[in-house]
């Protein structure tokens, strides 16, 4: 334990020298040749991933057990460096058309946020917890800003911030408090110390005030608020970023907090996940109903989307180490899938904000006409998002029914399946407009190939995923995280 | 011909799905060449099920499912791919590829604006992937996928080449039925979760594994058979749910609302007959005589709609409640009679009322009007063939005997003279009295139906349109229908003999 194992960390590493590198070379790029900041920093990505392979399979134990790497650090590992690729390609275009000298610093501060997210899933303490959770944050404050003359930019980076801070405030007080109790900041050692405390008001307190630093996190009610502003402030690729890959990066600190640290505390934490699960996906949805901004759609869509991945934490209370494995993987499954619906959906807004930059949903009206290809893949995306089989968001709505059936929550599941069919009701409505309306615009959009490669990407992975659902089983990454509750 | 007999239902079932993905590839402009995929794709379809029904093991063998493929799917969760069909599933599976393909040769010519034949016969193949399907699964999960599978695209057949308010109606149709199969899958799981697998010892989503399982408390049972209901019964549709159905069969398209009446609402009795009953025989026994009254309820509330309908689409859509209400009512006796009688009411519907929605659909591509008084009177005499065609399927729908609309309801009413042990045998003769009264009214608005369009003098100005009587290719599309509405109603051992055993089987466990 003493020494550092450096391979276990490589693919960080690889990441930092990329983003060191960014900021170096960026020094001396003309102004025309900013983009050649994508390319880099696609390769330092790739690179990270390379390095990332030769880990599978293992598991390592590094920086005196601050610093885990098994099967389900590796799996949000590779997630969320796919999800960089896509951020990176749906940006390239975006960047140049607007904000094409800062091109530099948005690739630093991108990739140091995607650095955070993987010391996320890697951490097995409250410290390296915090100041992961913190390196996610604090670049995408900025990014979030980056349109820097517009003032619906610089209000998004505020309100993001300004939650930000307070809850994190928050979390590391509760954190403070456990470290009191417990006398320890590893996860594992805080789940000992606890195992025979669970009705300790104490815990019960620090408990829910670290919940609080991960809930504004995953923009579940009620830390949303900054959330649909946030989305439609920032540039698109931003609000992707912010709805895909830091939601995911919370939910990978929020599953091993509460499945290691707190796993004899089901019964303090599971009510209050039921509560915030049922909140935030009623509120996400019924507010998505009235809105008519293509990306305050989707930002309020993501909201109850994460209500639909908090469900099965709430349904472990009491129950089989059978229905906590149950409900773990099926936060996993939906986020993963997840992950891809929604970036695909927030491809095709940046292949269609380039010629309708106002993001109405009016603007998709007739879209079919004027360019099948991107109408199509929405509709699929949509239709995934709203959980229709075959499609892979079918097999995310599913694991999560089943969690819930398997918990004795059929109550969750009744309050869900409501949920389900007012998403589907909005998803559909977009898709059909698309599809059924006559053009206002029929002039064609163009969408760039590297918008393309992320659409179609995403595209294979929502189908296929779909039709051979296996796919993500095979991961096997339950079998790790949570293997000594067997 | 062993390699056969395994594949031959994925055959059936997928062919038109190869067939959509190919129509998709296919440039906009080459209609014929999509025409021709369509045919094809279909007319496989339809092959495959005729081969299956000659190969198929009558007599005893019934009860037996053959043509079964059992492959691994998803292991996580023990889902399996395992199809096959027994006597109970056969006719509808036939039933399916044989309205489809008919729906697709009636488009060949016959398309709803806007005309975008390549969306259009996609659909209509995507739609057949997922009914056909829905039955021969027996895997609950299999089952899910493919009961789901035909809303999307019955959504966008009503939502693009719909009339009227299309677009409600498609959403209406599609969020009531995903709102019920949504409380089904849960009932699924909680089947599941108390299930075990007499081989692997895991829990099981397998239909035939799960038969005779002892699941849980007699409370459980029924929350469990309550989700399923919720599922089934919206989309069958029984009364009180069946308020989608009119708006989204008035306003879709002609194959839509054939396709509709005639198959999709089978997917929900054949939900109850083949999952919720043999699953779950106890909550069956004790939800029986509330499914019986509901049945009633919708027989005469049906007619009584019927009767206050004046457009042709809406009263058959009505008339739909009614007729799905006797084969309830069959169902609900838990006898073998009375199973019997509705599966056959099934067939014999979706071969009737599909002929019906196929007329109402040519009257108003002529007329431009769904309203019967202004279609009529005097159809006789501005076109013969179309008013004949027309008062023999409707005198069918009424249930005259000798003709296929007969039988259902005949043994549907006698199987409630009868229930099965430990139901109420003074309620469901009640029943049957009720019942009774509905013939009468179905009788009664129909014959008001004939009289309004058939009879009567044609005006002037009609006489004068020279509106084309019944083309070839109408007739292709429609004289299997009306021969099988004569051959139903003189020989229905020919559904009878294939579903008997297998009924027999499953009422057993009533007895």
Redesign the interface.
């Known amino acids: 334990m003493s020494s550092i194992d450096l391979h276990a960390s490589l693919p960080e590493i690889i990441l930092t020298g990329a983003l060191m590198l960014i900021l170096f070379i960026d020094l001396f790029l003309p102004s025309e040749r900013k983009s050649w900041n994508g390319p880099i920093a696609m390769a330092g990505v790739a690179g990270s991933m390379v390095a990332l392979f030769t880990l599978v399979g293992e598991r390592r134990v590094t920086f005196a057990g601050m610093f885990v790497l098994d099967a389900y650090a590796l799996l949000f590992k590779f997630l969320f460096l796919a999800i960089a690729l896509v951020v990176i390609l749906i940006s390239t275009n975006y960047l140049e058309d607007t904000i094409r000298d800062s091109q530099g610093e948005f690739y630093f501060l991108l990739l140091t946020s995607f650095l955070g997210m993987m010391l996320m899933a890697s951490a097995r303490d409250l410290l390296m917890l915090f100041v992961s959770l913190e390196l996610v944050s604090a670049p995408g404050f900025l990014v979030a800003g980056f349109r820097k003359r517009d003032a619906r930019s610089n209000e998004a980076a505020i309100k993001f911030f300004l939650f930000g801070v307070l809850s994190t405030a928050v979390m590391l007080f509760g954190m403070s408090l456990i470290y009191g109790v417990t006398r320890s900041t590893n996860l594992s050692q805080i789940a000992t110390a606890l195992q025979h405390s669970s009705h300790d008001p104490l815990v019960f307190a620090s408990i829910l005030l670290i919940l609080a630093g991960f809930a504004f996190k995953v923009s579940a009610v009620p830390f949303h608020f900054w959330a649909p502003d946030t989305y439609e402030g920032s540039p698109i690729p931003v609000a992707a970023f912010l709805s895909v890959a830091s939601k995911a990066a919370g939910f990978a600190g929020m599953l091993s907090l509460m499945f290691v640290g707190f796993v004899h505390q089901t019964q303090v934490w599971a009510p209050g996940f039921a509560i915030l699960a049922v909140l935030t996906m009623t509120i996400g949805n019924v507010v998505a109903l009235q809105q008519t901004n293509i990306v305050r759609l989707l930002a309020y869509s993501s909201i109850a989307q994460a209500g639909y991945i908090l469900l099965p934490f709430a349904v472990v209370k009491g129950g089989s180490p059978a229905v906590l494995r149950d409900a773990f993987a099926a936060c996993l499954t939906y986020i993963l899938i997840y992950s891809f619906m929604n970036i695909g959906a927030f491809a095709v807004v940046i292949g269609v904000s380039r010629k309708r930059p106002t993001n109405l949903i009016s603007d998709y009206e007739g879209l079919m006409q004027s360019e099948p290809g991107l109408a199509l893949a929405m509709a699929f995306f949509l239709?995934s998002l709203a959980g229709?089989?075959?499609l892979a968001g079918?097999w995310a709505k599913?694991f999560v029914?089943?969690a819930?059936?398997?918990g004795n929550a059929?109550w969750l599941?009744?309050i869900m399946?409501?949920n389900?069919?007012i998403g589907?009701?909005y998803y559909?409505?977009v898709a059909?407009k698309m599809?059924?309306r006559p053009a206002r615009d029929t002039s064609p959009i163009g969408v760039p190939y590297p918008i393309v490669v992320a659409i179609a990407l995403s595209l294979i992975v929502v189908v296929g995923v779909g039709i051979y659902?296996?796919f993500f089983?095979h991961f096997s990454p339950r079998s790790t995280l949570i293997a000594f509750l067997r | 011909m062993n390699g056969f007999d395994t594949w031959a239902l994925s055959l059936g079932v997928f062919l038109p799905l190869v067939g959509a993905i190919a129509i998709s590839g296919i440039p906009k402009l080459k209609v014929q060449a999509v025409k021709v995929i369509a045919v094809l794709a279909s007319g496989a379809a339809l092959v495959v099920s005729i081969i299956v029904l000659a190969r198929f093991n009558f007599g005893q063998g019934t009860r037996h499912f053959q043509f079964v493929v059992n492959k691994s799917w998803i292991e996580t969760i023990g889902a399996r791919y395992h199809m096959g069909v027994d006597g109970i599933g056969l006719p509808l599976f036939v039933l399916t590829t044989l309205l489809t393909f008919l729906c697709v040769v009636y488009s060949l010519k016959t398309r709803p604006n806007p005309d975008t034949p390549r969306g259009f016969f996609a659909l209509i193949l995507l739609l057949e992937t997922g009914m056909a399907g829905t039955f021969v699964s027996l895997d609950l999960v299999l089952f899910f996928i493919f009961w789901e599978l035909v809303l999307v695209p019955m959504y966008f057949l009503i939502a693009i080449w719909g009339s009227e308010r299309k677009e409600y109606s498609a959403l209406k149709f599609f969020l009531y039925t995903l709102f019920g199969s949504i409380f089904m899958l849960l009932g699924f799981l909680a089947i599941y979760f108390r299930s075990h697998d007499p081989v692997t010892g895991q829990h099981t989503f397998d239909m035939i594994a799960l038969q005779g399982q002892h699941l849980g408390s007699p409370a459980f049972l029924n929350l469990v058979f309550a989700g399923l209901f919720l599922g089934f019964a919206i989309k069958v549709p029984m009364w009180p749910f069946h308020t989608w159905l009119p708006d989204a069969h008035g306003d879709a398209p002609t194959v839509g609302s054939v396709l509709l009446a005639g198959i999709l609402l089978k997917m929900g009795t054949y939900g109850f007959v083949r999952i919720a009953l043999p699953l779950l025989p106890s909550a069956a026994h004790t939800w029986a005589p509330y499914i019986g009254g509901l049945a009633v309820i919708a027989i005469l509330y049906g007619a009584l709609c019927c009767l206050a309908q004046t457009d042709i689409k809406r009263l058959i859509a009505f008339s739909s409640v009614g007729h799905m209400g006797f084969v309830m009512l069959g169902i609900s006796t838990l006898t073998q009679t009375g199973i019997n009688a509705a599966i056959f009411g099934m067939v014999a519907h979706g071969v009737i009322t599909g002929m019906l929605f196929f007329l109402a659909g040519s009257l108003y591509e002529r007329f431009h009007t769904r309203q019967i008084d202004s279609i009529g009177p005097g159809l006789m005499q501005i076109m013969p063939r179309m008013g004949g065609i027309l008062a023999f399927a409707a005198i069918a729908s009424l249930g005259l005997p000798g003709l296929a609309g007969f039988w259902g309801e005949v043994f549907s009413l006698l199987a409630a003279f009868n229930p099965a042990a430990g139901l109420s045998t003074g309620l469901f003769r009640t029943y049957m009295v009720l019942g009774g009264v509905g013939t009468v009214l179905t009788a009664g608005y129909m014959l008001w139906l004939i009289q309004r369009l058939n009879l009567g003098k044609a005006t002037e100005a009609r006489l004068g349109e020279r509106l084309d009587d019944v083309r070839p290719v109408e007739w292709i599309a429609w004289s299997p229908l009306l021969a099988g509405i004569v051959a139903l109603g003189f020989y229905p051992g020919a559904v009878l003999k294939i579903t008997d055993a297998a009924v027999g089987g499953l009422t057993r466990l009533f007895t």
Do not use: C, D, R
């Open positions: 239709i229709i089989p075959p079918f599913f029914f089943s819930a059936i398997h059929a599941g009744a399946v409501v389900s069919v589907a009701y559909l409505t059909s599809i059924l659902p296996n089983q």
